[in-house]
């Protein structure tokens, strides 16, 4: 990729919101005077010495960041190849990336006066956060959740309960992410005067996907310094996983301009091909508008949000940030997608080896981690973002593993 290419992926999104084609804002009106608030705030916390400083105390003496960077020396003999190093974002308060997001705009609501947040959440880790923010700043929060994703989060939901939070079990739909989304947008328009909305990933209309990934970019900037200080220089490749794309955005973007850095986001491949099961958008959507955004969307053939399948709750959305989709078609990020065997693979392999838990979404990451490594020179560096620990998730998986023994048994009978 040239370097005219490279500044132009990085300088994103326009005034309009608009990553390339993508982006944008089709909201209804009703939203527009609280978006164009939201941007404004934003743009001047920005540039405000007094906010910058507030948000990076906040992220160092309760949220503990920076997180490590670690060399997974197991898992890179597993492998055979390049070495790999996980960035720990599992080390968070929390357990995650999320908290990153959640309190930068936490920070936002209280710089527009608004005395409440509101927030949606898929697998339960940006339930937590955003129920976490909303403690330490003294916030009522309600978050909206699916209840399929409340069936399987049950540890999240007590959690989030524990802090003083409403869970809102959202029964429409296919009771997962989608739906949490679609209904945390229907309140926020009647009652945007006192509420602010924290969407937890890199969708939703402008500003939100530019304001998760800046608050998540963190994660990529550290990954720079923790390279060039432990390994002397930049690493070779770097991937994450990408539902909405959080984590991604934030690892991916302070990498945009260092073309020899290969970046890789992973998808949820499920268990099958077909629509409905799967959540791979960028491997199988085409551009569309889901939830306020023009992005990849997984639709039917008559142009309807396609319903989605994954093993990981968090990764379980039919659609995917805009700058995804401006990465994609720009060849920046080589996108591929992971099915729900593999994963529960990883899952174990990763806590075996490493004595490290994943979360479902990161346990897709780590298996094309691994893949990527074991093609590469023993001199090249593999960093993987390690977005979540794996104690929400335990109980699912005991369940799905349990249930996939059976079947094999019945199989080979």
Same mark, same amino acid.
């Given at each position: 990729?040239?370097?005219?290419? /490279?500044?132009?992926?990085?300088?994103?999104?326009?005034? @309009?919101?608009?990553?390339?084609?993508?982006?944008?804002?089709?909201?209804?009106?009703?939203?527009?005077?609280?978006?164009?608030? $939201?941007?404004?705030?934003?743009?001047?916390?920005?540039?405000?010495?007094?906010?910058?400083?507030?948000?990076?105390?906040? $992220? %160092?003496?309760?949220?503990?960041?920076?997180? @490590?960077?670690?060399?997974?020396?197991?898992?890179?003999?597993?492998?055979?190849?390049?070495?790999?190093?996980?960035?720990?974002?599992?080390?968070?308060?929390?357990?995650?990336?999320?908290?990153?997001?959640?309190?930068?705009?936490?920070?936002?609501?209280?710089?527009?006066?608004?005395?409440?947040?509101?927030?949606?959440?898929?697998?339960?880790?940006?339930?937590? /956060?955003?129920?976490?923010?909303?403690?330490?700043?003294?916030?009522?929060?309600?978050?909206?959740?699916?209840?399929?994703?409340?069936?399987?989060?049950?540890?999240?939901?007590?959690?989030?309960?524990?802090?003083?939070?409403?869970?809102?079990?959202?029964?429409?739909?296919?009771?997962?992410?989608?739906?949490?989304?679609?209904?945390?947008?229907?309140?926020?328009?009647?009652?945007?005067?006192?509420?602010?909305?924290?969407?937890?990933? %890199?969708?939703?209309?402008?500003?939100?996907?530019?304001?998760?990934?800046?608050?998540?970019?963190?994660?990529?900037?550290?990954?720079?310094?923790?390279?060039?200080?432990?390994?002397?220089?930049?690493?070779?490749?770097?991937?994450?996983?990408?539902?909405?794309?959080?984590?991604?955005?934030?690892?991916?973007?302070?990498?945009?301009?260092?073309?020899?850095?290969?970046?890789?986001?992973?998808?949820?491949?499920?268990?099958?091909?077909?629509?409905?099961? #799967? %959540?791979?958008?960028?491997?199988?959507?085409?551009?569309?508008?889901?939830?306020?955004?023009?992005?990849?969307? $997984?639709?039917?053939?008559?142009?309807?949000?396609?319903?989605?399948?994954?093993?990981?709750?968090? $990764?379980?959305?039919?659609?995917?940030?805009?700058?995804?989709?401006?990465?994609?078609?720009?060849?920046?990020?080589?996108?591929?997608?992971?099915?729900?065997?593999?994963?529960?693979?990883?899952?174990?392999?990763?806590?075996?080896?490493?004595?490290?838990?994943?979360?479902?979404?990161?346990? #897709?990451?780590?298996?094309?981690?691994?893949?990527?490594?074991?093609? @590469?020179?023993?001199?090249?560096?593999?960093?993987?973002?390690?977005?979540?620990?794996?104690?929400?998730?335990?109980?699912?998986?005991?369940?799905?593993?349990?249930?996939?023994?059976?079947?094999?048994?019945?199989?080979?009978?």
């Amino acid at each position: 990729m040239s370097s005219t290419l /490279a500044n132009a992926v990085s300088a994103v999104p326009d005034a @309009r919101g608009r990553f390339g084609e993508f982006g944008g804002r089709f909201v209804p009106e009703t939203l527009m005077f609280a978006l164009e608030q $939201l941007t404004d705030a934003y743009e001047s916390a920005k540039h405000d010495p007094a906010f910058q400083d507030e948000f990076r105390r906040i $992220l %160092a003496d309760y949220v503990g960041r920076p997180s @490590r960077l670690y060399f997974a020396e197991r898992l890179t003999r597993e492998a055979g190849g390049a070495r790999i190093y996980l960035k720990r974002e599992d080390m968070n308060h929390t357990g995650a990336h999320k908290i990153n997001n959640a309190i930068g705009q936490a920070l936002l609501t209280q710089r527009m006066g608004k005395k409440r947040i509101i927030a949606e959440t898929g697998a339960g880790q940006h339930g937590v /956060a955003s129920a976490t923010a909303g403690a330490l700043f003294g916030l009522p929060c309600r978050v909206y959740m699916g209840e399929e994703d409340i069936r399987r989060q049950e540890l999240n939901v007590f959690r989030m309960k524990a802090m003083g939070t409403e869970v809102f079990p959202v029964t429409s739909g296919s009771r997962t992410l989608r739906d949490a989304v679609n209904e945390a947008m229907r309140e926020w328009m009647s009652t945007v005067e006192d509420t602010h909305y924290i969407i937890g990933s %890199a969708i939703g209309p402008h500003p939100f996907p530019m304001i998760v990934r800046d608050f998540q970019s963190m994660i990529g900037q550290e990954i720079i310094e923790q390279s060039n200080e432990q390994i002397g220089r930049l690493p070779d490749a770097v991937v994450a996983c990408v539902g909405g794309g959080s984590n991604a955005a934030g690892t991916f973007y302070p990498f945009v301009d260092h073309e020899a850095v290969e970046l890789i986001g992973v998808e949820a491949g499920g268990h099958a091909k077909g629509l409905g099961t #799967h %959540a791979a958008t960028l491997m199988h959507g085409q551009p569309g508008v889901l939830h306020g955004t023009f992005t990849y969307v $997984l639709q039917d053939d008559d142009g309807q949000t396609a319903d989605v399948h994954s093993v990981s709750a968090g $990764l379980d959305y039919p659609a995917v940030g805009p700058e995804h989709s401006y990465w994609k078609d720009s060849r920046r990020v080589r996108y591929c997608s992971v099915t729900d065997n593999e994963a529960l693979d990883a899952f174990y392999l990763c806590s075996r080896l490493e004595g490290i838990l994943p979360a479902l979404e990161t346990a #897709h990451a780590v298996v094309e981690t691994m893949r990527v490594a074991s093609k @590469r020179s023993k001199d090249d560096v593999v960093v993987l973002c390690f977005s979540g620990r794996g104690d929400k998730d335990c109980a699912e998986v005991a369940r799905v593993m349990t249930e996939r023994d059976k079947a094999g048994r019945q199989k080979t009978s």
